[in-house]
């Protein structure tokens, strides 16, 4: 795989993964299970997959696993997706997953907003259309009855 398709194949899994994530959550709850039940299975199930992947990178990775920074923002990273996550579960359990899916992975714009203010990122015109169009589409989906 070449440099330049790289990142359109991960961002393809990537995608078909969270769409099956979602897809496999509602299913959960819809079979009565809680919402921090399946929290915590996905903690415990992250935890268990990642110990072969982590070591697998650290193997591939030209620099020594020492030499490796590690700062705040790896921390706050990880716990803003486990609030997220949970909070994800509670707004899935009692509204259908075709509105809160997609509702939810309106998520780039925050990412976009603080990228703009804080690093110096600037979006072409056509980009910033494609985030006012994801507005429009939150707001479409939430025009509709959600439960």
């Known amino acids: 795989m070449n440099s330049a398709t790289r990142p359109l194949v991960?961002?393809?899994?990537?995608i078909l993964?969270?769409?099956?994530?979602?897809?496999?959550?509602?299913?959960?709850?819809?079979?009565?299970?809680?919402p921090t039940s399946i929290f915590?299975?996905?903690?415990?199930?992250?935890?268990?997959?990642?110990?072969?992947?982590?070591l697998f990178v650290l193997y591939r990775?030209?620099?020594?696993?020492?030499?490796?920074?590690?700062?705040?923002?790896?921390?706050?990273?990880?716990?803003?997706?486990?609030?997220?996550?949970?909070?994800?579960y509670l707004a899935l359990?009692?509204?259908?997953?075709?509105?809160?899916?997609?509702?939810?992975?309106?998520y780039p714009i925050v990412a976009t907003l603080l990228s703009y203010a804080f690093l110096g990122e600037r979006p072409s015109f056509a980009q910033w259309v494609g985030v006012i169009l994801v507005v429009?589409?939150?707001?479409l989906l939430l025009a509709g009855p959600t439960k």
Do not use: C
């Open 61 to 88: 990775q030209s620099a020594p696993a020492s030499q490796s920074t590690v700062n705040i923002y790896g921390f706050l990273s990880g716990a803003v997706l486990a609030v997220g996550l949970l909070s994800y």
């Open 10 to 14: 991960f961002a393809t899994l990537t």
């Open 93 to 106: 359990e009692h509204a259908k997953a075709s509105v809160i899916v997609p509702l939810t992975a309106s």
């Open 40 to 54: 915590l299975v996905e903690a415990l199930t992250n935890a268990v997959l990642a110990l072969p992947l982590v």
């Open 17 to 34: 993964m969270w769409g099956l994530w979602g897809f496999f959550g509602k299913l959960a709850l819809d079979r009565r299970m809680a």
């Open 136 to 139: 429009i589409g939150g707001a």
